[in-house]
């Protein structure tokens, strides 16, 4: 089992920053990679970023390229979101999920275990 733990939620104007926090626990070596995905009321989940543990060049959506960025510190068993430019589009819940594989993953399915999810909301 993986227990994910997300934070760093919040309500920021457009234009503003945020940086979310995912600590993983547990078995975390069986969890070679890790994803941030949201979901805006009413719209299925999207991906948003992607990042193996072991380096290796991230992976965005084009919705957030060139606006976030997703680092890990293994250390401390924790993946980061940084938010940039924010826009009130980008408003939802953003899930930390941990994937058995390094393939495809843009994909919820390959995910296997999930966070709470923190509320992110930008305002106009």
């Known amino acids: 089992q993986v227990q994910l733990v997300e934070s760093g939620g919040g309500l920021v104007q457009a234009g503003g920053s945020l940086r979310l926090s995912c600590a993983a626990s547990?078995?975390?070596?069986?969890?070679?990679?890790m994803g941030w995905f949201r979901q805006a009321p009413g719209k299925e989940r999207e991906f948003v970023a992607a990042?193996?543990?072991?380096?290796?060049?991230?992976y965005y959506s084009d919705s957030v390229k060139g606006r976030f960025t997703i680092s890990r510190d293994s250390a401390k068993n924790t993946v980061y979101l940084q938010m940039n430019s924010l826009k009130p589009e980008d408003t939802a819940v953003y899930y930390c999920?941990?994937?058995?594989?390094?393939?495809?993953?843009?994909?919820?399915?390959?995910?296997?275990?999930w966070g709470q999810g923190t509320q992110v909301t930008v305002s106009s």
């Open positions: 999920a941990a994937s058995p594989s390094q393939y495809y993953l843009n994909r919820a399915p390959n995910y296997n275990y």
């Open positions: 547990g078995r975390t070596a069986s969890s070679p990679a």
């Open positions: 990042i193996k543990w072991n380096g290796g060049t991230p």
